[in-house]
């Protein structure tokens, strides 16, 4: 009684929550007997039943068991798969709107078909978001036959595709597509120029696959559709040759390599500052180039601009490296992806370090663009109405998920019993050591017949492996983001005995790796594929009495989440497997967040270069390292967030008056508005008070109504032999009267039509001018509003109150250009 008692008192809130979604997944396998009579006629029936009932103002968690119980059976029939209890489970937390934290080889997949159905019924439109257009793709159409059956439409909506596509896309029931696309779709349908543009309905329901990468990897970087912008591109070669009179050899003697005396350098925030010497080296080496006149101070007004260029340069080839931040393509920079080491086609670094990064490679340097729209993935996914996301590493990042999301994690229980074994990380001094005992790790495995799974943090590492492999004779594998193309194939076919595959991160790859190799019970009909059941079942059962796949970390990764899921794709559904993590005193991580404290105790330890130690320390170390960093990044994410808030108020409204603009078919009282506006402040630059007086500049608001406003006044003459207009307040309404007059009949020899039209393009095209303005201006703003903090002021406050001011300011010119523009249209 009293473990039951405290098992209630301290069970954790997933258990809770899992508890009370028990009686409902009882109730649904109550109804499997009844489901299974059904004919083909009477289960696709079910979804025309759900959708009548709902239109008449029907309950959507009333259907819960009925439709969770329909999809279960469509999905046994038109499949081949039935849905286990724990995803019967998952499927209830995501409707809940939280996040299902699943283990890999769970059936993430499949589970989704549960809430993505249910909130289907609704018509409003479904998302399923994922990492890539393969996921999307692939899982869009391999659910497609499910949904279909029952009478749901689904559309796949990605990249490059026609606006008639994606409408259609959007228009189905179910629309599969990836974060990228999503957000991009919602910044262009808030720069048409026509309702008939749009393309995605209200935004209803999203369900994010992996949505730790999604939401938290990738919400360190808005997203930004930009224009390009001319400029001089010379300068950034220029640049470049100076920064490379300052680079000095790193010295053998020290592996902690924290730059030289004209710069030093900050890993962790990926800040390089130069010192007093490089400042004087670099003003030196401008002057010899002619890029500043001999005597010239670098930080004047007049050179400000060059600083930001060495900047760029000096992390361009400092920091930034090849085959590890970026790869070269078809002689272009192509972004890798940090966290799933995946290409990102389209993306470029922004203010400037793309070009930078182009000057050091010697390849096209391409003109730097300006923002035109940007939203933060947090903010654009916090419009839906709904929200929830799965993904098998979500637990260490549940407290963002609640606080900026308002999302809670549950962690579903596994299907089977998980028996992978988890050693303990093997550290060693050199990297040069570790590599060598990650070698033989592989050969000792491939003897037993094991899979390996060797997993890197970049390109480069993984390329160090394979060279190693090559050498040595071994056949391998290699997945990264220079043969991202092959990853179905390669990851399919990982859990054959003794096979070896290299890959850089394992965030969202979407396929499993079978003990075996891949094995599809559909290809299985004919004698010569019974011959194939039988092979493949031989290959399993060899690789399961080996152990199972064996999982290498060639080191840490700065999150525990991506540790976590190279981990996770060993041990899935009950297999056996491991997982090893070699560490080194070089790596990143180690070197950056926590030498010191671990170099200290393998000193005390007595560790020579070639031994490793296991120990709960360095363990405990190095998870407090990955904390610290992850606290950091949630650190970052968290102020992009309160800055892009303050923004995000603005864009709001913007994009509100917008859509007005689109659907509205005249704007003629909005003009007048602006005419009154306008001219109530011009009138008052010009005359002061309120009455008649010599400061009165009639002559200068003469000229200025006719040069802006295209009138013609007399107004001394008028002023001088009418008493009553000698009052400001008169004055100002007989102006604006005759301004607005001149426009009417200005309306009247263009016609209401085409007049119509000219004023829905004219004010569209100044605000959507103005407003990306605007938003360069805000982002110098953010540059330097730090320095506030000097000044003992609040740098987010600050930020809000100019921010404000200048949005208020560019409404304001909006106005004035408006009218400018429409008394002065003549064609």
Known sequence: ???????????????????????????????????????????????????????????????????????????????????????????????KQCIAEMQTGEGKTLTSTLPIYLNALKGKGCHLVTMNDYLSQRDGKKNKFLFEFLGLSVGINFSGISTELKRKAYLSDITYGTNNEFGFDYLRDNMVFSSKERVQRELYYALIDEVDSILIDEARTPLIISGVEKENLDIYSKINKIIFHMKEKKKKESIFFKGN?????????????????????????????????????????????????????????????????????????????????????????????????????????????????????????????????????????????????????????????????????????????????????????????????????SIEKSEIISNKLKNLGIKHNVLNAKFHSQEANIIAEAGRPGVVTIATNMAGRGTDIVLGGSFKKKYCKNKKNFLYKNNWKKLNQTVVEAGGLHVIGTERHESRRVDNQLRGRSGRQGDPGSSQFYLSMEDSLIRIFSSKRIINTLKKLGIKKDEAIQHKWITIAISNAQKRVEYRNFEIRKQLLEYDDIANNQRKSIYFQRNILLTVKEVSKNIFLFIEDVLKKVIKNYISGKFFSKSWDLVGLEKRLKTDFNVKFSLINKVNLTKELQQHKKLTEYITNKVKGYYISKKKIFGIKKIQEIEKSVLLHNLDFFWKEHLLNMEYLRKGIHLRGYAQKDPKLEYKKESFKMFFKMIQIVKYEVVINLMNFNS
């Open 261 to 457: 005396k004209y710069f030093s350098v900050d890993e962790k925030s990926k800040q390089i500052h130069l010192t007093e010497i490089g400042l004087t080296k670099v003003e030196n080496l401008l002057v010899n180039h002619n890029l500043i006149d001999k005597k010239s101070l670098l930080y004047t007004v007049k050179n400000i601009t060059l600083i930001e260029y060495i900047n760029n340069a000096l992390k361009a080839n400092i920091l930034f490296k090849k085959n590890v931040d970026y790869i070269i393509k078809n002689k272009k920079i192509i972004i890798v992806d940090e966290h799933t080491g995946r290409i990102m086609k389209g993306r470029r670094w922004s203010d400037g370090l793309h070009q930078a990064i182009e000057a050091k490679e010697n390849v096209k340097i391409q003109n730097e663009n300006q923002t035109l729209a940007s939203i933060t993935f947090q903010n654009y996914f916090r419009l839906y109405k709904k929200l929830s996301g799965m993904t098998g590493t979500a637990a260490t990042e549940a407290s963002e998920f609640n606080s900026i999301y308002n999302l809670k994690t549950v962690v579903i229980p596994t299907n089977k019993p998980m028996i992978r074994k988890d050693y303990s990380d093997l550290v060693y001094i050199t990297e040069k050591e570790k590599i060598n005992s990650i070698i033989l790790d592989i050969q000792q495995n491939i003897m037993k017949k094991k899979p390996v799974l060797v997993g890197t943090t």
């Open 1 to 95: 009684m009293l473990i039951n008692l405290f098992k209630k008192i301290f069970s954790t809130q997933s258990d809770k929550i899992l508890n009370s979604m028990q009686k409902t997944v009882k109730v649904i396998n109550s109804m499997e007997p009844k489901f299974k009579n059904f004919s083909d006629k009477r289960l696709k029936q079910k979804t025309d039943e759900f959708r009548k009932y709902l239109n008449q103002n029907g309950n959507l968690e009333n259907l819960i068991p009925e439709a969770f119980a329909t999809v279960r059976e469509a999905s046994r029939r038109i499949l081949n798969m039935r849905h286990y209890d724990v995803q019967i489970l998952g499927g209830l937390i995501l409707h």
